[in-house]
């Protein structure tokens, strides 16, 4: 019998220092918009707000392999909008999350990866997924946190 590899990525909540401003899931752009799971941070744990599928951020958190969670504050949602603007909605998935503050996935072998990847929209992105033994998703208020199932890891 298989074993079933599950990983809790534990959470630090920060208070923000200026609150950016509310911003729903369907302001997110392109596929961003359509995650398998995503939630709300509020202030306090019980403030958390699910948005789809999971009733809380420890739902979002557990993952199995393949499974990717993103996080995107105001501003890394405003900025991933304009970028998508700019290429007149064609902007590839990897590009929109490339503006994510966090990306933490799981591997197949149960291995926790960082993504390391940028562009600031001068070209191509390049996904480094890096091994980590241990991470922390960092969350401010209103943060919107994303999980993706199936992700697979060789963008």
Known sequence: MATKIE?????????AAQA??????????GRLSQPDAAVRVGKTQKQDK?????????????LTPGQMIVNYGRSEARWATAYQKRRAGSADFIE???YARQI??????????ICLMGHAGQGPC?????????????????DIILRFDDAGFDW
């Open 126 to 142: 390049i996904p480094l997924w890096v091994p980590r033994e241990e991470v922390t998703l960092t969350v401010q208020p209103n």
């Open 7 to 15: 990983v809790q990525v534990p959470v630090e909540r920060q208070k």
């Open 20 to 29: 950016a401003g509310n911003f729903e899931l369907e302001d997110l752009p």
């Open 96 to 98: 929109l999350i490339s």
């Open 50 to 62: 699910p948005l789809k599928v999971v009733r809380s951020l420890n739902g979002i958190t557990k």
């Open 104 to 113: 933490i996935g799981l591997d197949d072998e149960g291995q926790l990866l």
